[in-house]
Each structure stands twice: as C-alpha cells, then as structure tokens.
C-alpha cells in the first residue's frame, strides 16, 4: 500500500531570517531528495490547514487566535530568542498542523498505510501555552488528540527521535495515559527538559544520550526501552516526531547518527506498528540542520516507509 507525502509551498514561506538555522532551504533539500526517481511511487497532497478547534484540543483557550494575531504584515516579531514570526508564519503553523491532522485521516481511512509531512515549522517544543524553539503548534500532538478524539482511539503513541526533547509534546500529553510519549535526546541540551525521572502518569519514557552518543546506544535505547514500552503499550496508531538533528553532521548538536540508523529505526517502528495499529504510522517532520544530511537521513525514512 502506498505511502502518503504532505506538503505546501506556504511552509517554504515562513522565515525565521537569514541566520536562523530552521530555514525553508531544510524543506527544500528535502523536497529536492524526494523528486528522485526512487520516490516517484509517493503520492504527494496539499497540506490543507488545520481547524482552530483542532489546535485547542492541545493549546487551549484563544492560544491560536492570539498567535495568528499576531504574525506581522512586514519584518518579523521574535516571541523568544529562537522562535520568529515573519509574514508567512500563521498560514505556514496552519498548514503543519493540517498536515498530521490530514495524514492521520487518510491513514485511518486506509487510504494509505503511512504518510510522511515534509513540514515546517515544526512542533514539538510548542508547549500548550508557549510557542518555544521554532516551534509554534504543536503538529504532533494535535494530531494525536484528533486521533483520540474524532476516531475514539484509545491508545496513540508518539515516538520522538529528534536530537532535542520534545518537551511540549510531554508536556500536552503527561496527565493523559491514553497517550504515550517516547523520545530519545542528547542530554544536556536545549530545553533541558526529558530526565528519564519524568515519567509523567507512566506514560511518559525519556531515554537522554550522552553527547557523542552513536548507533550503538541510540539503537540500545530503543530495544532495551522504547520498543519493549511500544509492546506493552499496544498503540492503535503510532505517530514519529522525525528530527533527523542527530545526525552526526548536524551543527546543533552532538549525537553521531547516520542515516542507516534512521532507516533501522524506521523500520522498528513500522514492525510496532504492524503488530498493534494496522500498520498505521504518521510521521511529521521536526528537527535537521546539516541541508545534506537531513535530505538523505529523511530519503531514508521515506525509503522504509515506502517498503511497508
Ligand atoms: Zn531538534
């Protein structure tokens, strides 16, 4: 069965500026991988954008209005020292969050076994209040509680390899044991949150790495603790925070990932998947800084995802 690509031109369109490591020349490198003749299989779909009331399931209150509101006409506003709204940002937030919303309905639908979303900005730092580290919705959870909340699914993982902790995702989801969040990390670094002690309601697993931390242990981590807490688990629906920033190349980071470890892992999860959620995953893309090796880390993503 085939596998899904979401994307829009709106996220080329958000523009943290010139020095901002998040730029669109990520989506675009990854964009440019996936033109090759190997992926010519990929059914591509417009992102469509999300509901506001599908983004209040985990940023509550008038969050997203606020936010919208204030994307500038011209320039840009930083709402933090990483985090910048140029023109494009509202329509660009709208469109990735739409994106995992969209892919999560095309899966349940079987229309698609799988569907991958060439997005930005990405997510999961955006806490339920606090738009943080490039990220102003939180694409991943948003997702995960339309899952829950529109299908009645009653168990939905999300497993985070970028190289950074996922601390609005944790943060949306730690009281909620009908969801599970998993995520590897360097340790310490940016946000600092992610100690294997937050464990949330049991429903939280954090496996931090030391720096200069390789295949060996990034892929103990997963069958020692990521893959056995998937079993007990048993999701309906696994859905993959895909930061590709522990890669070896990557400035922002010290990790030593390669891109056969992102096919490996990749593969693990779609077996998780296989065994509990019909084979259901949604992947949506966080993290990945090296333009290189992000678009061949992502191509080998999209290499297993397409073999399911
Ligand atoms: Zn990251």
């Given at each position: 069965?085939?596998?899904?690509?979401?994307?829009?031109?709106?996220?080329?369109?958000?523009?943290?500026?010139?020095?901002?490591?998040?730029?669109?020349?990520?989506?675009?490198?990854?964009?440019?991988?996936?033109?090759?003749?190997?992926?010519?299989?990929?059914?591509?779909?417009?992102?469509?954008?999300?509901?506001?009331?599908?983004?209040?399931?985990?940023?509550?209150?008038?969050?997203?209005?606020?936010?919208?509101?204030?994307?500038?006409?011209?320039?840009?506003?930083?709402?933090?020292?990483?985090?910048?709204?140029?023109?494009?940002?509202?329509?660009?937030?709208?469109?990735?969050?739409?994106?995992?919303?969209?892919?999560?309905?095309?899966?349940?639908?079987?229309?698609?076994?799988?569907?991958?979303?060439?997005?930005?900005?990405?997510?999961?730092?955006?806490?339920?209040?606090?738009?943080?580290?490039?990220?102003?919705?939180?694409?991943?959870?948003?997702?995960a509680?339309?899952?829950r909340?529109?299908?009645?699914l009653a168990r939905v993982?999300?497993?985070?390899?970028?190289?950074?902790?996922?601390?609005?995702?944790?943060?949306?989801f730690?009281?909620d044991a009908s969801l599970l969040?998993?995520?590897?990390?360097?340790?310490?670094?940016?946000?600092?949150?992610?100690?294997?002690?937050?464990?949330?309601?049991?429903n939280?697993?954090?496996?931090?790495?030391?720096?200069?931390?390789?295949?060996?242990?990034?892929?103990?981590?997963?069958?020692?603790?990521?893959?056995?807490?998937?079993?007990?688990?048993?999701?309906?629906?696994?859905?993959?925070?895909?930061?590709?920033?522990?890669?070896?190349?990557?400035?922002?980071?010290?990790?030593?990932?390669?891109?056969?470890?992102?096919?490996?892992?990749?593969?693990?999860?779609?077996?998780?998947?296989?065994?509990?959620?019909?084979?259901?995953?949604?992947?949506?893309?966080?993290?990945?800084?090296?333009?290189?090796?992000?678009?061949?880390?992502?191509?080998?993503?999209?290499?297993?995802?397409?073999?399911?």
């Amino acid at each position: 069965m085939r596998t899904l690509v979401y994307t829009h031109e709106a996220c080329l369109a958000h523009d943290p500026g010139g020095y901002h490591p998040e730029s669109p020349e990520r989506l675009r490198a990854i964009l440019a991988a996936l033109s090759a003749p190997e992926f010519a299989a990929l059914e591509r779909r417009a992102a469509p954008r999300a509901d506001l009331a599908a983004i209040a399931r985990v940023h509550p209150g008038d969050f997203a209005e606020r936010l919208l509101a204030a994307v500038p006409r011209s320039g840009q506003i930083a709402l933090d020292a990483d985090t910048v709204l140029s023109p494009g940002s509202g329509e660009a937030a709208l469109r990735a969050a739409g994106a995992a919303i969209a892919a999560v309905d095309a899966v349940i639908a079987g229309e698609a076994k799988n569907a991958f979303c060439a997005v930005r900005p990405p997510g999961h730092h955006a806490e339920p209040s606090r738009a943080m580290g490039f990220c102003l919705f939180n694409n991943i959870a948003i997702a995960a509680q339309h899952a829950r909340w529109v299908y009645g699914l009653a168990r939905v993982a999300v497993v985070d390899f970028d190289v950074h902790h996922g601390n609005g995702t944790q943060a949306a989801f730690e009281d909620d044991a009908s969801l599970l969040y998993a995520s590897t990390h360097q340790s310490p670094l940016y946000p600092g949150t992610g100690a294997a002690s937050e464990t949330g309601v049991g429903n939280i697993l954090n496996v931090p790495l030391a720096p200069m931390s390789g295949s060996r242990e990034f892929r103990r981590a997963f069958e020692d603790a990521i893959l056995p807490a998937l079993d007990r688990f048993r999701p309906e629906l696994l859905l993959i925070s895909a930061g590709f920033d522990a890669h070896r190349d990557d400035p922002l980071a010290q990790l030593m990932l390669v891109e056969a470890d992102y096919a490996w892992v990749t593969g693990e999860l779609l077996a998780v998947a296989g065994r509990y959620a019909l084979g259901r995953v949604v992947s949506s893309l966080e993290g990945g800084y090296d333009l290189a090796a992000l678009a061949a880390s992502a191509a080998a993503h999209l290499g297993k995802l397409m073999a399911a």
